[in-house]
């Protein structure tokens, strides 16, 4: 009798191998015809804007915010698994207190909506 | 530990390579069928054949385009960062690849004599697999768009990070109520859990926000905003070609068969045999291979679904679409899962009868009214007021009359001169109506 995860392993190995095959193989199979222009950023046609090099360049804050809210939401989610999972077990007791912490989520989320946390402009 | 778990720890190696390599060629052909089909059906709402050349019906025609992809040349831009731009095609792919292998195709099946569930993965975490999976392919997304070097691209990765991330947390609310019910993370245990009925009917709240918010997860219209043409060229694989495009394609359509067949499982009962049909000879049909047949055709509605609101609908503008996300779609999920749980907590505990239960309930949503009804409306903005308000008529600009009629059409005048009636013309007596007075007017 195996590991269970074995598998997963397995199929990890199978795809990224696929993957990297085909990442690996793509400049040895393509033609390679030299053309300036080829390897600038592609900006429809007119003259690339200055980046900085080696990727990267600015953005908009609104994205990181939303970042932050995700991971807060996320561990959300990460308490309220396994509370669905032992429902039963835990009862009424369990119930109530999933529920405050909800609320207590809520209220959090709630000051967050009015601040225009999730506003976009 | 349940049945189809202890059945896949007793593979032997060889069989577990046979399923592996079996999902993996799966999920490639329903790539390649999936792309087919989505040009093919997309074709017919657009009123055009599609592609139709390429083998029977155009099967072929994602096999030659990927070919075709991938003799053609790989291009690295002079600002790409070397080794994360090669990297981020292998980072989104290979997550998307290994999503898959939780979802249970099928029960209990004998191959090469050896009995074993068409699962390939039984974890009693499997749905954690799936949403790790989900999160780590983000990573190929904003890695692709930052490494390119390039304005759009960036855009484009940020644009489809938020949104994945946005609706991951929509997907995973959803998720709550389903284990809630089934008492259990892992997706053949869920599966079992619908025998005796289907959650999408017990949950319907869940099963709509999954709906929405696996579109928006995918990346797909109309939320495809990260790949708004107009905007953002081709988003966060604007600079890859070759294979490396291919693979950035190739992963966006696995995760629409996963979140699809994902979808099956927590919601329309796995591979279980649709109504009429597991009557049929005491549930002959929900043996053997027959599973497979069922969850292949409830995941191919939704990828139907998928191509049918991509020739539907237009795209969302992205505030209103990250509104949704964020004011609808995830304070409503936290408002359904409270109510499960209290109402699944209420009659586990057995406080209350259930003539009690439904006055609580009533009550509830007479408040929940009162308190909608109490809310004031939101009050329009002070300036659209302060603006110049344009006279209707007259007032010395020419304003056209705006209750204007429009005039019959010539032609149809002339067919009904020509053939001998009048009746189709209004009679100039019959409707003096005040448009017709009016008009002359505003010409002034």
């Known amino acids: ?8 392993v397995l199929m990890f190995a199978l795809a990224f191998g696929f993957a990297a095959f085909s990442v690996a193989i793509a400049p040895l199979v393509g033609p390679r015809r030299y053309n300036k222009a080829k390897l600038d950023a592609y900006e429809c046609g007119i003259e690339p804007s200055p980046q900085p090099v080696g990727g990267g360049g600015r953005m908009p804050v609104a994205y990181y915010l939303t970042a932050m809210m995700f991971i807060l939401f996320d561990i959300e989610m990460v308490f309220l698994f396994p509370y669905a999972v032992s429902a039963d077990a835990l009862g009424l007791y369990g119930v109530v207190a999933v529920i405050l912490f909800i609320l207590t989520f809520g209220f959090a989320d709630l000051y967050v909506w009015r601040r225009g946390g999730f506003d976009w402009d | 530990m349940n049945e189809t778990a202890r059945l896949i720890a007793d593979d032997p190696i060889w069989l577990i390579l046979i399923k592996v390599v079996g999902t993996f060629a799966f999920l490639v052909v329903m790539t390649l069928l999936t792309i087919w089909a989505e040009r ?10 599609g592609p ?44 998307a690849l290994v999503a898959f292998s939780v979802i249970p ?6 191959i090469f004599g050896e009995p074993t569930a068409l699962q390939l993965v039984e974890l009693p975490v499997s749905l954690l697999v799936v949403l790790a999976a989900a999160s780590v392919g983000v990573y190929g997304i904003v890695l692709a768009g930052w490494s390119s070097g390039s304005p759009y691209p960036l855009l484009g990765a940020l644009r489809s990070a938020a949104q994945v991330i946005s609706y991951e947390i929509a997907m995973g609310l959803s998720f709550i109520a389903v284990i809630l019910y089934a008492g259990t993370l892992s ?40 790949e708004a043409e107009s905007e953002l060229v081709g988003g966060f694989h604007t600079e890859y070609s070759s294979l490396k495009f291919a693979l950035f394609f190739l992963a966006e359509y696995i995760n629409m068969v996963t979140v699809s067949a994902l979808a099956t499982t927590l919601f329309l009962g ?43 609908l237009p795209r969302l503008r992205y505030d209103q679409f990250m509104n949704l996300g964020w004011k609808v779609l995830v304070p409503l999920s936290l ?18 009868g259930s003539q009690q239960f439904l006055f609580i309930g009533g009550g509830i949503v007479v408040l929940l009214l009162l308190v909608a009804f109490l809310v004031p409306d939101r009050q329009p903005p002070e300036q659209e007021q302060q603006e110049p308000v344009a006279p209707l008529s007259g007032g010395g600009y020419p304003v056209p009359p705006l209750d204007l009629k429009v005039p019959e059409s010539p032609r149809e005048t002339r067919v009904s001169a020509t053939s001998g009636t009048r009746s189709r013309l209004p009679e100039a007596g019959q409707e003096p109506t005040s448009s017709t007075k009016e008009a002359p007017d505003g010409n002034d």
Not at chain 2, 54 to 77: V, Y
Not at chain 2, 199 to 217: D, Q, T
Not at chain 2, 279 to 288: A, E, M, P, R
Not at chain 2, 335 to 352: F, P, S
């Open chain 1, 1 to 8: 009798m195996l590991d269970p995860y074995i598998p997963l």
């Open chain 2, 40 to 49: 093919r059906v997309i074709g017919r709402m657009q009123q055009r054949p």
């Open chain 2, 52 to 95: 139709n050349r390429a083998g029977p019906f155009g099967m072929l025609q994602s096999l030659a385009d990927g070919l075709k992809l991938a003799f053609k040349e790989d291009i690295r831009p002079v600002m790409a960062d070397k080794w994360i731009y090669i990297l981020a095609p292998v980072v989104s792919a290979t997550p």
């Open chain 2, 105 to 110: 195709v099928g029960g209990r099946v004998t």
């Open chain 2, 187 to 226: 997706t053949s245990g869920i599966v079992a859990a619908q025998q005796n009925g289907w959650f999408f009917a017990l949950l319907p709240f869940s099963f709509l926000v999954y709906a929405i918010a696996m579109v928006g997860e995918t990346n797909r219209a109309p939320f495809d905003l990260p």
């Open chain 2, 270 to 312: 796995g591979w279980h045999a649709p109504w009429p049909l597991y009557l049929i000879g005491d549930g002959v049909l929900n043996t053997g291979w027959w599973p497979v047949l069922w969850f292949l055709g409830k995941t191919l509605f939704f990828l139907f679904v998928f191509v049918w609101l991509r020739g539907t």
């Open chain 2, 335 to 352: 408002v359904w899962i409270c109510a499960v749980t209290a109402i699944r907590g209420i009659r586990e505990a057995d406080l209350l």
